[in-house]
Nanobody
Framework: QVQLVESGGGLVQAGGSLRLSCAASTRTFTGYTLGWFRQAPGKDREFVGSISWSADSVSYTNSVKGRFAISRDNAKNTVYLQMNSLKPEDTAVYYC?????????????????WGQGTQVTVSS
């Protein structure tokens, strides 16, 4: 069982930045691919990006490429989502997810463990 706890959400003006963190409670963190998803009110959960267990592969959905960056610190069992140039349409609850030796796909069904989410609100 892996517990994931997100933090770092909040209210920011358009054009601003936020860094989300997701801390994992597992001794085998290096074996997990981590994904970030988001869900806006009335919309389906959307893939944001992922970082592979080996950290040699990072992928993003097109709408955040060049603005968001995912990284991981294996010593701290933490994955980060740096969000720059935020737009009102980035407003959502952001979730991190983990999958053992996952492929980092955009399908939420491929992830086993999920955090509780953190709210990000971007004002115009």
């Amino acid at each position: 069982q892996v517990q994931l706890v997100e933090s770092g959400g909040g209210l920011v003006q358009a054009g601003g930045s936020l860094r989300l963190s997701c801390a994992a409670s597992t001794r085998t963190f290096t074996g997990y691919t981590l994904g970030w998803f988001r869900q806006a009110p009335g919309k389906d959960r959307e893939f944001v990006g992922s970082i592979s267990w080996s950290a040699d592969s990072v992928s993003y959905t097109n709408s955040v490429k060049g603005r968001f960056a995912i990284s991981r610190d294996n010593a701290k069992n933490t994955v980060y989502l740096q969000m720059n140039s935020l737009k009102p349409e980035d407003t959502a609850v952001y979730y991190c997810a983990a999958e053992w030796r996952g492929l980092g796909l955009g399908d939420a069904r491929t992830y086993t463990y999920w955090g509780q989410g953190t709210q990000v609100t971007v004002s115009s």
